[in-house]
């Protein structure tokens, strides 16, 4: 992979941060996700940014990341790479920014890509925006996203979601709590602009305190769940699986 695959401006007060890997449906490398999560730094240090929309293009949000990428890492059973996602993942840089966040999803928003958007302050997505937790199905367990939504979904839903890696609709997210609105297609745009314009009207230092609040009760964990099932010959053998699925 080359080039930006992370593209990001300041327009009114706003940083705009756009996943634009298309041709892998914006699949996240590690070297992706550490630039995302220095965006939000900058965000965090620079006083002009009131507030930080994350997009992705061309029908996906973010499917995750790379696994492609990942079993490059567990096939080189010298390297210690596979480590690196603790060092890379933004989930504490946004999570924790002063500052209100809004993912803006239009289209496939899966895994890793769900994990950015649940520690946003505000999800917006497209009617036709579908959603996964599909790490079950490589037989990799992702730690922060169960204890993001342990205390948000009903049992009876998040255990299936979680178990089976199943798709499900903008609206069945909505009515779980994840998605903030539902907007019809086209309408994104004027949707995040509107929600900006409301979050302008407020108190930053309100805000800032109030999303210090919340995050007491939504707390994320390190990434040992995901690398105690990664080393497995089972990962391994899924990933192939996965990848000649793909060629």
Not at 189 to 206: I, T, W, Y
Not at 217 to 227: F, G, I, K, V
Request: proline residues 4%; contains cysteine; aromatic residues 6%.
């Amino acid at each position: 992979m080359t080039e930006n695959k992370i593209r990001s401006s300041i327009e009114d007060g706003v940083m705009r941060v756009i996943i634009d890997r298309p041709e892998a449906k914006n699949a996240l490398t590690k070297k992706m996700y550490g630039e995302i999560r220095d965006e939000y730094r900058r965000a965090y240090r620079d006083d002009s940014v009131r507030a930080v929309v994350l997009e992705g293009t061309q029908g996906a949000f973010a499917v995750g990341g790379d696994l492609k990428e990942m079993l490059s890492s567990l096939n080189d059973e010298t390297s210690l790479d596979v480590f690196g996602y603790d060092e890379a993942v933004p989930f504490e840089a946004i999570r924790s920014l002063p500052k209100p966040t809004i993912a803006a999803v239009d289209g496939l928003c899966l895994g890793g890509g769900l994990t950015l958007a649940l520690v946003s302050d505000m999800v917006i997505a497209t009617e036709g925006s579908r959603f996964a937790m599909p790490e079950s199905r490589v037989g990799v367990v992702d730690g922060h996203m169960p204890r993001l939504l342990r205390d948000r979904i009903p049992p009876a839903w998040l255990r299936y979601w979680l178990y089976s890696g199943v798709t499900f609709s903008a609206e069945d997210a909505f009515r779980a709590g994840i998605v903030t609105k539902i907007v019809p297609a086209g309408g994104l745009e004027d949707a995040v602009q509107e929600m900006l314009a409301e979050l302008g009207k407020a108190s930053l230092n309100a805000i800032r305190l109030y999303k210090k609040i919340l995050n007491e009760t939504r707390p994320l964990s390190s990434m040992e769940d995901a690398y105690e099932t990664m080393l497995t010959d089972e990962v391994r053998d899924r990933l192939n699986a996965f990848s000649s699925r793909t060629k």
